[in-house]
């Protein structure tokens, strides 16, 4: 038996789900796979849903590493922070969900399907763009986060592949960009 961390648990499911989908995973099989018993897991979460919602949590925030925190020292103005930052956002769940369709899968269920992780994870991306344009009106940060939702929500992501996605988040952002007065 290897030596049982959180990590661990976390990188084994991970693996696992990649290979063969969330539904064929369980907690009994990611304890045989890491030589345990699925009993000893529940050292470490109190069950499937934790595990799955700590994996996606997880999973997504190492996807979205580039916006926490979001670099601005190489930027002259506000309006090319607010453009690529939510370009890094919508481009990294473009990517991820071509990439690794099952954790996109894994996240779209146990992050946007739960209204308290939701809150979560939307209240850390609201900081994040808080802090990289320095807009402290949160109104104005929720109106451009509604406008980008099309290439940042999982809702959306089927149809991501039938469009040119660039070409559509530019001319979005052409839009948004005549409305920013900062």
């Known amino acids: 038996m290897k ?11 991970h693996r696992m ?13 990611v304890g045989q796979e890491l030589g345990t018993s699925h009993a000893a897991i529940y ?37 090319e922070i607010i453009h690529d930052w939510f370009w890094i956002l919508s481009e990294s769940k473009y990517q991820s969900y071509h990439r690794e369709p099952e954790m996109f899968k894994l996240y779209t269920t146990y992050i946007d399907g739960n209204l308290s ?3 979560r994870h939307m209240t850390a991306l609201l900081s994040s763009l808080k802090e990289a344009s320095r807009i402290e009106d949160e109104s104005i940060l929720k109106a451009l986060f509604m406008a980008f939702a099309y290439f940042s929500s999982p809702s959306f992501a089927e149809n991501w592949s039938q469009i040119d996605f660039k070409r559509e988040f530019e001319a979005v952002w052409k839009l948004v960009e005549a409305g920013i007065h900062v």
């Open 17 to 29: 789900v990649v290979k063969q989908g969330m539904e064929k995973v369980n907690l009994s099989k």
């Open 3 to 13: 030596n049982l961390s959180k990590e661990l648990i976390l990188a084994t499911a």
């Open 43 to 79: 050292k470490y979460f109190t069950g499937k849903e934790e595990l799955w919602t700590a994996l996606a949590l997880s999973w997504l925030d190492n996807e979205l590493t580039k916006l926490f925190p979001f670099d601005t020292k190489n930027y002259s103005s506000t309006k």
């Open 117 to 119: 992780v939701l809150t």
